[in-house]
């Protein structure tokens, strides 16, 4: 196991909140209540560091205590009362809040109640004329309550699945929740899934109901989806009803219902009061090895862990604009809804995230107010590699933070940010996943932000970086793990009636302790590293690295657009690893840059993971949330073949993936060169 390069003096901070902002903080109010009320260790009101220190160790030491102090801090409303906190805490399976009903539509309309927000917005919609448009609290309540209402006419009940083929526009929102409020289970795709895509998707989960739009808007262009929404209908037997929303200005198909229709009657909503583990929505892995994965999780738990994350790590408030560049395809999208429940504005932008220049997703958080602003490492990168430069051209003085995840953030992209987006700017680089809806490790508003680096594990997440003996390290590269529960993970797996596939999910390793399948490091000083996906690990002599290492060191020559790194293990015993460049435009990969890629890969990481060849690629394949694919694109370097190494449906490019294929029938089916 390598040993995280060490600086030798204590790095500076690139950031540190002042007293102001530490002393506002609601985990600052929190930490001091809990210590009156529920045994918390009391707060070190002159070292923020060893406060959040204390606080996290109770955190994950006295789970019960810290879940009934977060259930009352936000004052979640039980329907009936739970009979404890935590049943059973072993994993999988942990019985959260067991006897307690309660309904997670019902807390995220809860600022509609007041009659002084009643007419704030709630939403904000904004589309590629990047001119916001609002939906008060009141209007949101109104629809929801149509909606909820309709889907009890169409004989919706708990339990039963709806589904939406939307982009992230208002009435996606409205459908999640009202399906929510009825005890319905909630799954969407956006709209530029291709329709087999989509099946490998709903199939398994036979919704009842299919919210759709005719199309959608992207990068300037229409793209019409009435033959794709056909053919779902024709594909999935189990559906009831068909709403139809025209965004696009089509005519709804025979035996479709108009949105209008669906929403158009304002109605107070009725919550459906189910249990904590009830199922709130089906997310899904990103397939890209076979079906993906169909994430259960409850109403309960994604309730208190994102009431957790967005009050207490981010800060988020009733005053507070909520903007994540994301899509109905992504658990970003369910985590931005949920700030809601914390009653900020949410920013619901649906369009290209460059069009129609880089800085569109700048301009967004500008027009609409946002004071938090959520986006993906690789957008940051974009955004220094093409010279963007917001903080001149853009009036961002409400942005408090800049968030981004999908991939770790690069130092370079936390300079870029301090340098050419603000000083004073909360840099929060996050890592969580799908599997748990929420953030292992990331934003903490008392601590300083360190170049290259999360601020903090997340409360009440127990992470740890262990050996392959299943032994903790410190400042050391291990394997991301979390040894106790949280309640966001999932309940179970759609038609995995045996758990089997939960299991081996995240628990064959270490049995008992759910291990996430990334490379990290804890340092001594509390901050995590992410190094990348521990199952696409470059392993060199015994030597491990994280391919995200050797991205951030090739991705800043500006000859580079993108990588792709590959550790190959060949029947003979030899070890071949291949980087695939996407050149940016007017670079030519000649031996001059491919020396000067080797000599970046040996002078900034380790003369270990210089790679054995440069290829030029035509681009890099990416799921259809924008993570590199590496495992089936090694795998078929491997000799697999492409159908058995990857699910097309799950690519972003499938045109790309046949390139790589060609490669790997050239080199051999070992995927070595050859003599």
């Not at 007419?119 to 001119?131: K, N």
Request: contains cysteine; glycine residues 10%.
């Amino acid at each position: 196991m390598t040993t995280a390069p060490q600086p030798a003096t204590q790095p500076e901070p690139l950031w540190q909140p002042d007293d102001r902002r530490i002393a506002g903080a609601q985990i600052t109010r929190f930490h001091a209540w809990a210590a009156e009320h529920h045994g918390a260790p009391a707060p070190h009101p002159d070292d923020p560091a060893a406060s959040y220190a204390a606080l996290h160790h109770w955190s994950v030491t006295e789970l019960e205590r810290f879940w009934q102090a977060v259930a009352e801090w936000f004052q979640v409303r039980f329907a009936t009362p739970y009979q404890r906190v935590l049943a059973d805490p072993a994993m999988p399976g942990a019985s959260w809040f067991p006897g307690a009903t309660l309904n997670y539509a019902e807390h995220a309309l809860r600022a509609a109640e007041d009659p002084a927000r009643a007419d704030r917005p709630a939403l904000l919609h904004v589309d590629e004329d990047h001119q916001p448009r609002p939906v008060s609290w009141a209007e949101l309540r109104d629809q929801v309550g149509s909606v909820a209402a309709t889907l009890r006419r169409l004989g919706v009940r708990p339990g039963d699945r709806v589904s939406g083929y939307l982009p992230n526009i208002p009435q996606a929102t409205v459908a999640l929740l009202a399906s929510a409020a009825v005890g319905a289970v909630w799954t969407s795709c956006a709209p530029d899934f291709g329709a087999r895509s989509v099946l490998d998707r709903f199939q398994q989960v036979e919704p009842v109901v299919l919210f759709t739009v005719d199309g959608y808007r992207y990068g300037g262009k229409v793209h019409d989806r009435t033959g794709t929404v056909a053919e779902l209908r024709q594909e999935l037997p189990s559906l009831r009803a068909v709403v139809h929303i025209p965004l696009i200005g089509t005519p709804a198909p025979e035996g479709a219902l108009e949105w209008q229709e669906a929403a158009g009657q304002a109605t107070e909503p009725v919550f459906e009061q189910v249990p904590f583990d009830h199922p709130l929505w089906v997310l899904y892995s990103s397939g890209t090895t076979g079906l993906p994965k169909a994430i259960v999780q409850s109403q309960g738990g994604i309730l208190l862990e994102h009431l957790k994350q967005l009050g207490l790590h981010t800060d988020l408030g009733p005053e507070d604009r909520f903007f994540w560049y994301t899509s109905t395809g992504w658990m970003m999208w369910n985590f931005l809804v949920s700030g809601l429940l914390v009653g900020s504005t949410v920013v619901l932008y649906d369009g290209s995230p460059g069009y129609p220049d880089t800085g569109a997703q700048w301009r967004v958080a500008e027009r609409s107010g946002a004071t938090l602003f959520g986006t993906s490492a690789a957008y940051v990168m974009a955004c220094r590699k093409d010279g963007v430069r917001p903080g001149r051209d853009f009036d961002l003085s409400r942005v408090r933070c800049v968030a981004t995840t999908g991939s770790p953030l690069p130092p370079d992209g936390f300079r870029w940010i301090h340098d050419e987006v603000a000083e004073d700017m909360w840099i929060a680089s996050v890592s969580g996943g799908t599997d748990v809806c929420s953030c292992f490790a990331g934003a903490v508003p008392t601590l300083p932000v360190y170049i290259g680096e999360l601020q903090a594990p997340s409360l009440a997440t127990d992470l740890q970086a262990w050996d392959p003996h299943g032994k903790p390290v410190t400042d050391e590269v291990g394997e991301l793990v979390v040894t106790r529960p949280m309640p966001s993970m999932p309940v179970h797996f759609w038609n995995d009636p045996d758990g089997s596939r939960y299991r081996d999910s995240y628990f064959e390793m270490f049995p008992g302790v759910w291990r996430h399948g990334d490379w990290i490091t804890l340092t001594s000083r509390g901050s995590v590293i992410i190094h990348g996906r521990s199952d696409s690990t470059l392993n060199r002599q015994g030597v491990r690295m994280g391919s995200a290492d050797i991205y951030e060191a090739v991705e800043r020559l500006p000859e580079i657009r993108e990588s792709l790194v590959l550790g190959v293990e060949q029947p003979d015993g030899g070890y071949w690893m291949p980087l695939f460049v996407h050149l940016a435009e007017g670079a030519v990969l000649d031996d001059g840059l491919r020396d000067k890629i080797k000599r970046t890969i040996r002078a900034e990481l380790s003369p270990r993971h210089v790679p054995d060849e440069v290829i030029e690629v035509p681009g890099i394949p990416h799921t259809l949330t924008g993570k590199r694919i590496e495992v089936p694109v090694k795998r078929m370097m491997q000799g697999t073949p492409l159908d058995k190494a990857v699910n097309l449906g799950s690519v972003d490019d499938q045109g790309l993936l046949h390139f790589y294929a060609d490669i790997a029938r050239t080199r051999g089916a070992a995927g070595g060169p050859q003599d």
